[in-house]
Every structure is written in structure tokens, then in C-alpha cells.
């Protein structure tokens, strides 16, 4: 049975919103986009490369999906975590998921809790959630996060999208790993604790 990981870059207001570019997400007219940038280094990047080559598979909702389908479908594959990522299958979770252009993407159906659970049923592995605040939300709502890796950004951005809202539920994880990178990126490990 395969595990959920969710991967996720925040601030220390707990914002996840268009970390990578000003374009990124300007919903609810946010500023900020980009955020991330001033804080990449060999740590962080050494970080997401072994997290993506290590997945078994790709969990995304719509939105993350477009913009890692723009910035990495028509990339050198000579990386590889660009390969990992052309080569991985791409769980997509949209109600408009018809048009999957990416190589080996597959539409996620039906209601959320039996899909995924169906999902990791069947996968060897990890399913790596990357960004997805809305399927983040929703997948801790139903308690189906096994590990969350938060690498933690030494900014405050004031407003924004938060990774959770008020719909999940009491879920305990440990801390099973910590590394602090030369730029302050605090890179935290929580794996669902089994001793609850």
C-alpha cells in the first residue's frame, strides 16, 4: 500500500500561496509571488530533487497540475527530477479533468476519501502532493496524509493562502527528520504516529 506524502513550501505565517513566481497565483490580489527564490540553495534544491525521484507517483489538484505541466512537460530530461516527473504517473483531482495533456496523467474521479484510498491501495510507493492547497485541505479533512514534508521559509507574508482551514480533524504526527539549510529553510519531516 503506498503512502500520501504532501510537500509544501510555507512561510512562517503558515502562507503557501504562488511561492515560485509573481505569476504564479495572484488570487485574492496577492503580491508576494516568488517568495521562495531568495531562499534556494544546494540544501533545498538536493531536498525536492530526492523528493520527486523518490515518488511513486504524483497526486495533484488542477491548478498545481497546469503550472508543473507548463514549467516541466517540455523540460530537459537530462535532470532527473525533470525525468522522475515525465516518467511518473500524474493523479490529477479537477472536476474538468479531460484535457491532461502531460505524458502518463490520469483524471481522479468520484468522491475524494474512496479515490484516493483507492489510489494508495494500488500504488507502490509514495504519492507526492505538491502544492494543492484546496486537495491539501480536503485530503486532511478526510485524514488521508500519512507524512507532510514542510520546508519552512524565514518570511512573513501577511496574507495569502493558508495550507489549512477549520474542516480537519485532530491527526498526530512525529517529528522523523529536521535539517536547517545555509539560507534558514527549516526542512521538517512528520510522519503519521503510530503510537496513537
Known amino acids: 500500500m503506498g503512502r500520501l506524502a504532501v510537500v509544501n513550501f510555507i512561510s512562517i505565517d503558515g502562507v503557501i500561496q504562488s511561492p515560485l513566481s509573481p505569476d504564479e497565483d495572484r488570487d485574492g490580489g496577492f ?15 538536493a531536498f525536492m530533487a530526492d523528493a520527486t525521484v523518490g515518488a511513486a507517483g504524483l497526486l495533484l489538484g ?17 535532470e532527473p527530477a525533470i525525468a522522475a516527473m515525465n516518467r511518473m504517473p500524474k493523479y490529477v483531482v479537477s ?24 489510489l494508495k491501495d494500488r500504488t ?3 504519492l ?3 502544492g494543492a ?22 518570511v512573513v ?7 489549512f482551514d477549520d474542516r480537519g480533524h485532530l491527526a498526530r504526527f512525529a517529528l522523523t527528520d529536521s535539517v536547517v539549510s545555509p539560507s534558514g529553510v527549516v526542512i521538517l519531516t512528520y510522519a503519521r504516529d503510530s503510537s496513537t
Open 133 to 154: 492547497g484546496a486537495l491539501v485541505r480536503g485530503l486532511a479533512e478526510h485524514d488521508l496524509v500519512d507524512e507532510y514534508r514542510l520546508l519552512l521559509f524565514p
Open 31 to 45: 503580491a508576494h509571488g516568488g517568495w521562495v527564490v531568495p531562499y534556494s540553495d544546494d540544501v533545498v534544491d
Open 95 to 118: 472536476s474538468s479533468a479531460d484535457d491532461l495533456p502531460w505524458q502518463n496523467s490520469h483524471p481522479v474521479t468520484g468522491e475524494l476519501a474512496s479515490a484516493v484510498t483507492a
Open 157 to 163: 507574508l501577511g496574507a495569502g493562502k493558508r495550507m
Open 128 to 130: 507526492v502532493v505538491f
Open 62 to 78: 488542477r491548478r498545481s497540475y497546469e503550472i508543473l505541466t507548463e514549467a516541466w512537460s517540455d523540460a530537459d530530461d537530462s
Open 124 to 126: 507502490d510507493g509514495d
